[in-house]
């Protein structure tokens, strides 16, 4: 099979509607309706020691990449430097 | 439970009306009325021996920062380099 | 015979229409359909240790390049630093 | 009490009308009538050996610097770098 | 005789009208009617071990370039960072 | 008594009228009518081995410096770098 | 006598009408007729090892430069780096 390999330090995200994913404690944005500043990373490109992994839920700044899409899938070429946040679990309550 | 966690050097805001949760000698601002240029710290990217910790209070720079709302809640992902001031304890009188 | 050879990290990129050459799992893009944003690779400049290889199928960043026509063929000059992903072949189902 | 700590290499100046404050020998501006390029240094940010301490009065860019009001004082977060000129005492005549 | 030796990294192109100069197989470019993109190398300034000699044909980046005419020659000064091609001869059929 | 002392790599120039005060040979420029481009050096900021000493004449870059005006001066201060040049005497004839 | 003394890395011309002044085979540009790209080199601020000097004629820039009058003569302050080629003897035929 045949995938995208980003280059450099570009990240490539899969663009999805977070609040049909998530559930329990996480933090759901409501506003952002048009184009989600957030998505979930599927692909890695050439970047040391990245603080963000293939699956993590990211933000990332409004603007920021180069899209293309595939049948319903909205993709996404983010440049690393652009992420603002990931979602990771916590022992808090 | 799920948490924001803040990506390279970003901080991570809640956008709060200070003017209701200080008291004593602190400075109020009584400008600044639709957008504050302040908020209380809520999670810290990856920055090397920050100046702020969790719970201070900030200024930071006008129109920075990246906007996401949950429920009622603004929060902003601002540049730390775009961090002002923070509001410190001090022993004058 | 007198070829193109890109100098500096410029990569030489030639325009297709990957829909009519690609086949089996490989992701392919139903939009941007003037200008495309991938392109085979051609020659490439003066690159330390490139990740594409000639014949790679890349993507680059939207209005990025220097066209040049030759007959029907579309050749584009792009830095390297703007190719965003290549598509590679993997063992996944 | 609380107080207004500058953060990186900000300044935290109170603009002063100084035709009021100054006497003496004192170089004494008479334009800049709205907006004043001048102030008194309150804080000092993370500043390596700055070349200014509280209480000096100084010359800072047009148009530089964070504006927040306190009651009827103007404070100004200026970066250090904007600083034009401090006013020194000297023993000339 | 005089001549004019380019400076810094400046790469002084005549430009001409590669259609009736090029024969053979080479790739011959119908686009780009006014202004050529390409030219031949006529003189190198100090550029630490250039990619291009005196002769070669290159590829440039469109209005990139300082042009000077001197009777019916128009002569371009370009930084030697714009070149983006040299035509070379290869052993391929 | 009080005096400007211009902080970084600032230098402190009157704005003086050249025509009524050089003689001999020098260059007299007979343009830039409104804001003249030269002026006599005042001050230095913290300039390491300066090319100018306080009296010189000197030329800057037109657009360049923030004025403050005092009674009937004008003081600018221009950045170092945006000095042109030096009036200098020589022993030429 | 007194002279301008270039500072930092800049370079007075003098702007000459090069078609009075040469003669031979040099290349004498015909275009460019309101505000000519080259001059003479009148004087060299503090440039580390200059490719050009006092005497030599250069092109420069379009646009560059910050220009003086001095009577008829038209004097230029030219970057070091915005130098495009000088004007050199050779021994070609």
Redesign the interface.
């Known amino acids: ?8 330090e ?1 990240v ?1 995200l899969e663009l999805v509607e977070m609040e049909a994913k ?1 559930s ?9 309706k048009e184009k989600p ?1 957030y998505g979930k990373v599927v ?1 890695l ?2 970047i040391e020691k990245p ?2 992994a293939i699956g993590d839920f ?2 990332f ?2 603007y920021s990449g ?6 319903g899938k909205s993709l996404l ?1 983010v440049p690393y ?1 652009d ?11």
């Open positions: 099979m045949k995938e995208l390999q980003p280059l450099h570009y490539l998530t329990g404690g996480i933090i759901i944005p409501d506003t952002a500043q692909a490109g050439n603080s963000v990211v933000y700044k409004k180069s899209e293309v899409e595939n049948g070429f430097a992420l603002l946040a990931k979602i990771v679990e916590t022992d808090k309550i």
